[in-house]
């Protein structure tokens, strides 16, 4: 059985979505060095105490990076329309509501919010490639939605005779705040503009008559402003800022201190106005993704973006984009995916991998709709039989898209890394990142052995893939935070 390993991979790699490797090394090596047996971390400068001095406030994973607790998300002043704010703070300041309306311009949030569902109920066209409608969105999201505004089950929610949304009846709940300063890169992602990370609210679908959790996710990813209270911001300036919520003086999670410095921080990124010259007044927001079963059959993953609709730069709507660095459905082992793949292949026993993220999908073969896992005979992303692809560089393309990054057979996740919850309950992580940020027992600088998740090769080759996305998340911000700027490791999980 092969297991792809540290001497297998020294290289350059990089993946866009759930990106498998390293770039440079931080630790001041002239060329490319890979240090990661794809996202497993083997060993991380920025936490040896032989290289770098230790950061005098370790980074807590849980604290500052993937935000889930309890009393966080289901804060009642910040996380609620009808909660009251005794230790202060702003009133439903992370609901799913406020959020979009922030985000919605000049367009009234009711019609901001139908117009993106709306494209949900209707076939659509995208890149070329052909999105159905999927009709389940209906009963499951939009007529419980009516129902709670006052409104007639089956009433338009656009055009003609409308019955407006009441934006604080959203049936989404907070599953978690995520601070990806790791996703900062000087060099585009998956074919966009420079990174300087992310910050991410995920939501999931609430059933509204039960208030149970449905299977389906919302995702708003804000990009991390250029300024912060019109002074210039940076990765690093937003990255510590960040850590301060690794502060014990701040008091346990949830606690006034803590949530206090945590709605400041999202404020200055969600607020109309954070990214000057951007559409709607500024707003920070990337992307919006979905993730879902609920409204159709199979899983299915959609993106989309603020667009200009021909009424000015500021009452722009979120429309349906291509799915990034993820072909048409349609594509899989096909000749035009063979082009593209055997364009940047490597030669059988090059020390190389190659960089996918580097490298983007041609916009000519991006879907607008992604299914998970991938339709075909695997199935997973493959190419044809005579495509010389070693079984590393599949899996590398593979993982850089939606739905492979999405996948039970590519990365033994089902369908959602972090999953709806009940109120009251903390959500779920997929294996891909529960192993654990810290890990006990390793030597320094290094996690611990076993702790990593370690995957198959879905095509059959004997190959193994092994990850430890926690572990090296946390390498990447203590890299940020000691003021290096190239990335040690590429950004993973940008899907």
């Known amino acids: 059985m092969q297991r792809t390993s540290f001497l297998y991979a020294l290289a350059s790699l990089a993946i866009g979505a759930c990106t498998l490797d390293t770039g440079t090394s931080g630790s001041g090596d002239d060329g490319p060095l890979g240090v990661a047996a794809q996202s497993l971390v083997t060993d991380c400068d920025y936490l040896n105490p032989t290289l770098w001095p230790p950061l005098p406030l370790p980074v807590d994973f849980d604290r500052e990076l993937l935000i889930r607790d309890v009393a966080v998300v289901d804060d009642v002043c910040r996380t609620t329309w009808s909660g009251s704010c005794p230790s202060g703070g702003t009133p439903a300041a992370w609901t799913f509501g406020m959020l979009m309306r922030q985000m919605a311009g000049a367009t ?23 999105m159905p409608a999927r009709p389940g969105i209906r009963p499951t999201l939009i007529d419980p939605w009516l129902i709670a505004s006052g409104c007639a089950p089956g009433a338009p929610i656009v055009g003609p005779g409308a019955c407006p949304l009441d934006i604080t009846q959203a049936p989404f709940r907070l599953l978690a705040i995520l601070n990806r300063a790791d996703l900062q890169d000087p060099s585009p992602l998956y074919g966009g503009p420079p990174s300087a990370g992310e910050v991410r609210f995920v939501f999931g679908l609430v059933d509204l008559p039960s208030g149970g959790p449905l299977p389906a996710t919302v995702i708003l990813e804000y990009g991390l402003p250029s300024q912060r209270g019109g002074a210039p911001a940076t990765t690093f300036d937003w990255a510590n800022a960040f850590h301060k919520l690794s502060d014990p003086s701040l008091g346990p999670i949830g606690s006034p201190a803590y949530l206090a410095h945590l709605e400041s921080l999202l404020t200055d990124i969600t607020s109309p106005g954070a990214e000057p010259g951007a559409l709607n007044f500024g707003s920070a927001i990337a992307q919006v993704r979905t993730n879902e079963i609920i409204f159709g059959p199979d899983w299915k993953l959609r993106e989309s973006t603020l667009q200009q609709v021909g009424l000015g730069p500021n009452a722009a709507l979120l429309v349906p984009d291509t799915t990034k660095q993820t072909p048409d459905d349609s594509l899989n082992a096909s000749g035009a995916l063979d082009g593209y793949l055997d364009a940047n292949a490597l030669w059988t026993g090059s020390p190389n991998l190659i960089d996918f993220t580097q490298t983007p999908v041609p916009v000519p073969l991006l879907g607008g709709e992604s299914t998970s896992p991938p339709p075909g005979p695997g199935p997973f992303w493959d190419h044809t039989p005579t495509t010389p692809l070693q079984a590393i560089e599949r899996h590398h393309f593979a993982l850089a898209t939606c739905n492979g990054c999405h996948s039970p057979t590519e990365l033994a996740t089902p369908f959602t890394h972090i999953d709806p919850r009940p109120p009251g309950a903390q959500s779920g992580l997929s294996p891909f990142l529960s192993s654990p940020p810290i890990p006990a027992g390793g030597a320094v600088g290094l996690p611990a052995p076993g ?3 370690t995957v198959p090769d879905p095509a059959g080759t004997g190959a193994m893939f092994s990850y430890h996305e926690p572990w090296r998340r946390v390498c990447e911000t203590t890299r940020i935070l000691n003021g290096v700027a190239a990335p040690f490791t590429r950004a993973n999980g940008a899907h």
């Open 451 to 453: 702790t990593e998740l």
């Open 108 to 130: 009234p949030v009711h019609e901001f919010v139908a117009e993106w569902l709306h494209a949900w109920e209707v076939p659509n066209v995208v890149n070329g490639f052909p």
